[in-house]
């Protein structure tokens, strides 16, 4: 799997954090705590289910500053541009599909330490689904008539 996929997931889910928080009139400092653990935590959480350590954004430090850099610019772009409230669902759709590619891509890396019940998440189908699903429950308004 390229690495951008992961890293392009980070920047993602930082810049949906900060696109959720525009309205709560939250300081940058917030919106940056907001956004690292919008963008770290589910794949920290996936590495521990995994049993892999150290976690992928401590072996990789480059994705802690993709994830700040993200959300910074976000941050001052939402201050001076009207960001449309659908963007968000977009965001978390992408992120969703992203780390979803990514997490199954990892699964599949090592799955020579999980059980085989637990390979059936490997497949390339299974991928597919999970993002066809992921994008649709996120982006619910694209089938709406209004």
Do not use: N
């Given at each position: ?69 993200a959300a910074a610019v976000t941050f001052v772009e939402a201050r001076f541009v009207h960001v449309p409230a659908r ?60």
């Amino acid at each position: 799997m390229p690495a951008w996929i992961e890293y392009f997931a980070v920047a993602v889910c930082a810049i949906s954090a900060v696109l959720a928080a525009e309205g709560k009139r939250m300081d940058l400092f917030g919106v940056m705590v907001l956004a690292l653990v919008t963008a770290v935590g589910g794949g920290t959480i996936r590495d521990l289910c995994l049993g892999v350590r150290p976690v992928f954004w401590i072996e990789q430090p480059q994705a802690v500053w993709t994830a700040l850099i993200a959300a910074a610019v976000t941050f001052v772009e939402a201050r001076f541009v009207h960001v449309p409230a659908r963007m968000l669902d977009v965001a978390d759709a992408f992120g969703l599909a992203l780390f979803g590619i990514a997490g199954t891509e990892k699964h599949s890396r090592l799955a020579h330490r999980a059980s085989w019940r637990s390979c059936w998440a490997s497949s390339p189908v299974w991928r597919v689904v999970f993002c066809v699903m992921c994008f649709v429950a996120s982006c619910r308004w694209c089938f709406s008539l209004t």
